[in-house]
């Protein structure tokens, strides 16, 4: 289920496991309770944590929230794919003042980081980026490296100049 800000039902989701299709997830239809670019994966029950931490990491995908939890990181909401927005980034904003964008490893997964740096700062909010390398998602990340590499990364982000930096490097 895909739950709105207060927990309430307001669609639901589903993996495809098909490697045939480029689209990973499949979510109910926009409605007029449910407009992707107003919600975040998990924003009802992240909120206490995030404010507790002062911190709040913004992952792409559903399963990377889960699996995150399973390993104690409960500070964390999912932008339901690569499209993060205007209102995604003031919901944000109310959670915590440090960020940290930890999305999928790959071409899409560097491009949602760009573009939500784009926004977070915006709204005068400067993230920490964390990349995850083989083009790595956060869910296989945690399964194939464990907890603490995980746990290590998400300590260690970098800030938007040594982002800036890496790319320009690999170029």
Not at 38 to 64: F, P, S
């Amino acid at each position: 289920p895909l739950f709105d800000l207060n927990g309430k039902v307001i669609g639901y989701n589903g993996k495809i496991y098909n490697e045939e299709t480029e689209n990973k997830y499949v979510n109910s239809k926009e409605t007029d309770i449910f407009k992707k670019r107003e919600i975040l994966y998990n924003y009802h029950k992240a909120k206490d944590e995030c404010r507790k931490k002062k911190t709040v990491i913004i992952m792409e995908g559903q399963l990377d929230v889960i699996r995150a939890y399973t390993i104690g990181v409960k500070n964390c909401v999912a932008s339901l794919g690569t499209a993060f927005g205007k209102e995604q980034a003031m919901l944000i904003r109310k959670l915590a003042s440090n960020v940290i964008l930890c999305f999928d490893g790959d071409d899409a997964g560097l491009k949602a980081t760009k573009g939500a740096i784009e926004e977070l700062t915006k709204l005068g909010i400067e993230p920490k980026i964390v990349r995850l390398e083989n083009n790595s998602d956060p869910d296989d990340y945690i399964i194939k490296n464990g907890k603490d590499a995980f746990i290590n990364k998400i300590n260690n982000p970098m800030n938007i100049m040594e982002f800036k930096e890496s790319l320009l490097k690999k170029k």
